[in-house]
């Protein structure tokens, strides 16, 4: 397998309190790869030893199959990053503020600036000073500023914090259209589900300084279970109509008077009909389409494995 960032029992230490703990992570060449967590979850730490921006305590890193080490600070060159969020000097224009970012480097290549802002659609406003450029901007900005080197790995800790939901789908397009044009493998961190949900190939559940489980997106949509929630007047006679009328077997009642019908083939529209045609009153119907927040709820409160 194709690993681009592997650890092995990666633990980071502060005041002699452990922040992040047995940290053994595993992500794929090309993969858009998400970390889940609260604030405060270790998600951030992980990511600045990824970078080198600080030390691990004890345990390993290991990136494009080499292990991470003092002499092979190189390796770290093949990695783009925006930890926390993208500083700029906000009275400078754009491309000045790339400018002196590749001075800073030691690797000038004005062509390489320009083809950064050109793949973040940034183009015609790099005479823009950075102050009056939008939070999503500067976003797109950062993300510019860190391909110009053109990476293998961009990691981005929480790259949607503050924008509106234009920016955020701003920001979605850009990481995809990355990751399948030009094969840059990510690691994105957030606290926001929904938002997750909709880019990453697989995430890795943190809790407490804990990487709790890694799963593909594509594992928990097949895990998933779909159903009917049914609040009625009648439980028992509910039950035996459903059963009767419409053949519907795979059903279970829980807390006492709501029924969970599992069986999706016959619509909310012709079990409520039915249920109407035998005086039995509706108090509540509806849809549960269970998802990453599912998931999620389940590691953290169910206690999901360490990996
Ligand atoms: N230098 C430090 N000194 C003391 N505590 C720290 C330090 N850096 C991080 N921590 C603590 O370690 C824990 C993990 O922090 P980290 O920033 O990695 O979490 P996170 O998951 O990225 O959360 P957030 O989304 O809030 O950034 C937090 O409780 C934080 O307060």
Do not use: W
């Not at 909709?198 to 300084?209: A, F, K, P, S, T």
Request: net charge neutral; charged share 25%; proline share 2%.
């Amino acid at each position: 397998m194709d690993y681009v960032v592997r650890t092995n029992r990666l633990a980071k230490k502060v005041k002699g309190h452990e922040i992040v703990s047995n940290i053994n992570l595993r992500i794929k060449k090309g993969e858009i790869y998400g970390f889940l967590g609260q604030n405060g979850a270790g998600k951030t730490t992980i990511m600045k030893m990824l970078t080198g921006i600080t030390l691990p305590s004890s345990g390993e890193i290991e990136l494009f199959g080499q292990r991470l080490t003092a002499k092979l600070k190189n390796t770290l060159k093949r990695v783009g990053s925006i930890i926390e969020y993208p500083i700029f000097f906000e009275h400078l224009k754009a491309l000045e503020n790339l400018k002196i970012h590749c001075e800073y480097l030691g690797f000038y290549d004005e062509h390489a600036i320009k083809e950064a802002l050109d793949m973040v659609h940034l183009k015609g406003v790099e005479d823009k000073l950075v102050k009056d450029f939008s939070l999503g901007m500067k976003q797109r900005l950062g993300i510019a500023r860190a391909m110009i080197t053109k990476p293998e790995l961009l990691i981005l800790d929480e790259p949607t914090n503050g924008l509106d939901p234009i920016g955020i789908k701003d920001i979605r397009d850009l990481i995809r259209m990355l990751n399948k044009e030009y094969g840059i493998t990510f690691l994105l961190s957030s606290h926001i589900l929904g938002e997750m949900e909709q880019i990453v190939d697989r995430i890795g559940v943190m809790n407490h300084g804990r990487l709790l489980n890694e799963v593909t997106m594509a594992e928990i949509r097949k895990q998933r279970t779909d159903y009917i929630e049914l609040v009625t007047t009648d439980v028992q006679k509910t039950v035996y109509l459903l059963e009767n009328e419409l053949q519907i077997s795979n059903m279970k009642i829980i807390q006492g008077n709501t029924i969970r019908i599992y069986d999706l083939s016959i619509s909310q529209i012709d079990i409520s009909k039915m249920l109407a045609l035998h005086d039995i009153g509706i108090e509540e119907i509806l849809k549960h389409t269970s998802s990453l927040e599912d998931y999620y709820y389940e590691q953290i409160h169910g206690g999901g494995n360490v990996v």
